[in-house]
């Protein structure tokens, strides 16, 4: 047994409430075969983006029948893919007990995760580097006072930045391998350079503002795209993105 009578240590561990940004496969049936392949398309498109993530499966939109709902070959095939399964979101109440047996962490649906959680103050960064933050207070349509989170030095490789309840507003650059996360729009007054998602609860009216669009991704409410898609239209300019018919759309920020 380690002596940590020196440093005071009293306990093993501690459990705290984190504040995740999660990424969710929306299941609308289950083939073995076609789920594969559909799901090396997608990684081929951002495999940097990808790798070694945790993900959830949102079962509200499945179709299919539970006899071919085989999270085991789910789990296997996403772990060949070097994504990790580590729970279901929704479901009927059989379909919860086939995650549960394959030992699956269950979460609320969507829509009634939204109606129960409360609000939470912002997460710490998650990089070794010091980021500097204030919080101004936003207001929404409803009135509620939503905190937004101003970064003022660049987001620098390997750095994730994460706004959980409003807005992210970064008075710098974000670099190429820095991730930005927000519940509501993104600001960048800077070249964007790394990943941007916004609208990460499913806030599909969310925005994406920056001074010179040079992004590896940009996500609004779960729907992408890469830099390759980016270079056609607005690269290297002022734009917003936006989401229109399930669509990002690039406008410069002079004609919005």
Same mark, same amino acid.
């Given at each position: 047994m380690t002596d940590n009578a020196n440093t005071g240590v009293t306990q093993v561990f501690q459990l705290k409430s984190a504040n995740l940004s999660m990424t969710a496969l929306e299941l609308h049936f289950f083939d073995n075969d076609e789920f594969e392949a559909t799901l090396r398309d997608k990684i081929s498109q951002a495999p940097g983006f990808f790798k070694?993530?945790?993900?959830?499966?949102?079962l509200e939109k499945y179709q299919g029948p539970d006899s071919e709902l085989d999270f085991f070959k789910i789990i296997g095939i996403c772990r060949r893919h070097h994504m990790h399964v580590v729970g279901v979101r929704g479901g009927t109440d059989d379909q919860r007990r086939l995650a549960r047996g394959a030992s699956l962490a269950l979460l609320p649906a969507a829509a009634q995760r939204e109606r129960v959680e409360e609000p939470k103050p912002a997460a710490e960064d998650t990089s070794n580097e010091e980021v500097a933050v204030t919080q101004p207070v936003v207001e929404t349509r409803s009135g509620e006072a939503v905190p937004a989170r101003v970064v003022s030095q660049p987001v620098r490789s390997g750095q994730q930045v994460y706004a959980?309840?409003? %807005?992210?507003?970064?008075? $710098?650059?974000?670099?190429?391998?820095?991730?930005? @996360?927000?519940?509501?729009?993104?600001?960048?007054?800077?070249p964007l350079r790394g990943r941007a998602l916004a609208g990460i609860h499913g806030a599909e009216n969310a925005r994406i503002f920056c001074q010179s669009l040079e992004a590896e991704l940009v996500s609004i409410a779960g729907h992408y795209k890469?830099?390759?898609?980016?270079?056609? %239209?607005?690269?290297?300019? $002022?734009?917003?993105?936006?989401?229109?018919?399930? @669509?990002l759309v690039v406008m410069p920020l002079d004609k919005a």
């Open positions: 070694d993530i945790p993900i959830i499966i949102g959980p309840e409003g %807005d992210l507003i970064i008075l $710098a650059s974000v670099q190429p391998g820095a991730e930005v @996360l927000a519940a509501g729009n993104i600001h960048v007054y800077g890469i830099s390759e898609d980016l270079q056609n %239209d607005g690269w290297k300019s $002022a734009v917003q993105i936006q989401q229109k018919d399930d @669509l």
